[in-house]
């Protein structure tokens, strides 16, 4: 099953063990210039880190979670973030597929690959709980049987990586992504937020969070209303914002040549963005389902693809 859906790379990571050491959080002394031309401005020193950092969000560096029981949250820091004096960088804020956890593995590997051949830079992540359990699929909503996964991921996560980590402050610089059942709440939470969300990057999600099973999640999550379970997909979501709504915005769109579950629904949702106002990329993984290679060549393609937005690569001749 790990294999075929591709959505964690071992046994502890799909049972949401993580095998990580805790997190120590650097200082809060970041140097804030104009990121938007961080990729010039910047100059390592001779003694940044080869590889970023991956820990666990636990214990005094935990996550509030509110009203929801998420699992300990994950953070990768590029090498430019483990410096003295480091710059202020981009947010990327990501949730794995179901089953799975929010093991930090593939896109840590994709952001290395990434800062490798950039000075060190890279968005700070944080890889976030939406499903509670493997076996639990919240559908990216508030509701009183799964508990607030949307206010945990909307609101106390940012909070508390504005407070904590050396971020830049100015939305558009913040990322929501996903693989799959994340990739599906990204598209959600990236088209009904967009003021918390500057840009939204969808690996192979479903095309509406609860596709999978559209009865039991009208009636675990919607309490039995099919019309507020139809309100809050993405293509309806985005069709209803207002003009301008997304001036600014780019929205990534990935899936496998192979994937005919999944696939189909991201076409269907990036032409939506496209005609609600979003700059729109897509990316096909040539040859390849819903699978870990699929979501590996999406990252490789995505993150470099959304750098010069976040002013971590110049912009496309």
């Not at 990580?20 to 003694?47: C, F, I, M, N, R």
Request: charge should be negative; proline fraction near 9%; charged fraction near 10%.
């Amino acid at each position: 099953m790990n294999t075929s859906y591709g959505v964690t790379h071992n046994l502890a990571a799909i049972l949401g063990v993580q095998a990580l050491d805790p997190a120590s959080l650097p200082p809060q002394d970041a140097v804030v210039g104009d990121p938007a031309t961080l990729y010039q401005t910047w100059e390592p020193p001779a003694d940044m880190p080869a590889k970023g950092s991956v820990s666990a969000l636990t214990g005094s560096t935990k996550i509030p979670t509110g009203q929801y029981a998420a699992r300990d949250a994950s953070l990768y820091l590029p090498p430019a973030a483990q410096v003295a004096n480091p710059p202020a960088l981009p947010l990327l804020v990501f949730m794995m597929g179901q089953p799975g956890s929010p093991d930090p593995t593939a896109l840590a590997k994709a952001l290395d690959a990434f800062a490798a051949k950039n000075k060190g830079l890279a968005p700070i992540a944080i890889v976030v709980d939406q499903l509670t359990a493997p076996d639990r699929d919240p559908t990216c909503v508030d509701s009183s049987k799964y508990g607030a996964v949307a206010t945990y991921i909307n609101q106390l996560v940012p909070q508390w990586a504005q407070n904590n980590l050396n971020i830049v402050k100015d939305h558009r610089y913040w990322v929501i992504g996903g693989f799959s059942n994340g990739g599906s709440c990204a598209a959600y939470y990236g088209a009904k937020y967009p003021d918390t969300w500057g840009q939204m990057l969808d690996v192979m999600g479903n095309e509406f969070p609860g596709s999978e099973h559209v009865d039991q999640t009208v009636k675990d999550v919607y309490n039995g209303n099919a019309g507020a379970f139809q309100a809050n997909k993405p293509a309806v979501i985005m069709a209803a914002a207002a003009p301008g709504s997304y001036a600014g915005h780019t929205a990534i769109f990935t899936w496998g040549s192979e994937d005919k579950t999944y696939g189909p629904g991201q076409l269907a949702n990036s032409k939506a963005a496209a005609a609600a106002g979003f700059t729109v990329l897509t990316h096909i993984v040539e040859g390849a389902g819903h699978t870990g290679e699929a979501l590996d060549g999406s990252l490789a393609w995505a993150i470099p693809a959304l750098a010069p937005t976040l002013g971590l690569a110049a912009p496309a001749s």
